[in-house]
């Protein structure tokens, strides 16, 4: 249990930016899950319109210090090899 009122508040913030961080890696899991179903579907219209918004979102979690800058372009990079392979096939 915190002793003062600013371990207190600190407590509280955590667990409010826990969740928020949470909940934006859970969506960027998810987008991430679509972009490659559609992918291996090889529908490669749909899926450079799914990469960019993938991208947007990966982006974003570095921006924000949710995900490392390199795990980021890791992420990316993976994702590239993925629609171009989906491009290569047509």
């Given at each position: 249990?915190?002793?003062?009122?600013?371990?207190?508040?600190?407590?509280?913030?955590?667990?409010?930016?826990?969740?928020?961080?949470?909940?934006?890696?859970?969506?960027?899991?998810?987008?991430?899950?679509?972009?490659?179903?559609?992918?291996?579907?090889?529908?490669?219209?749909?899926?450079?319109?799914?990469?960019?918004?993938?991208?947007?979102?990966?982006?974003?979690?570095?921006?924000?210090?949710?995900?490392?800058?390199?795990?980021?372009?890791?992420?990316?990079?993976r994702l590239a090899k993925m629609l171009a392979?989906?491009?290569?096939?047509?």
């Amino acid at each position: 249990m915190a002793h003062s009122r600013s371990a207190t508040k600190r407590i509280r913030q955590n667990k409010k930016n826990r969740l928020a961080n949470k909940a934006a890696m859970s969506a960027l899991k998810t987008q991430i899950k679509r972009f490659a179903a559609i992918a291996a579907a090889g529908d490669a219209a749909k899926a450079n319109e799914e990469f960019l918004r993938t991208v947007s979102i990966v982006d974003k979690a570095a921006k924000v210090g949710r995900l490392h800058p390199n795990n980021a372009a890791r992420k990316k990079s993976r994702l590239a090899k993925m629609l171009a392979k989906t491009q290569a096939a047509k």
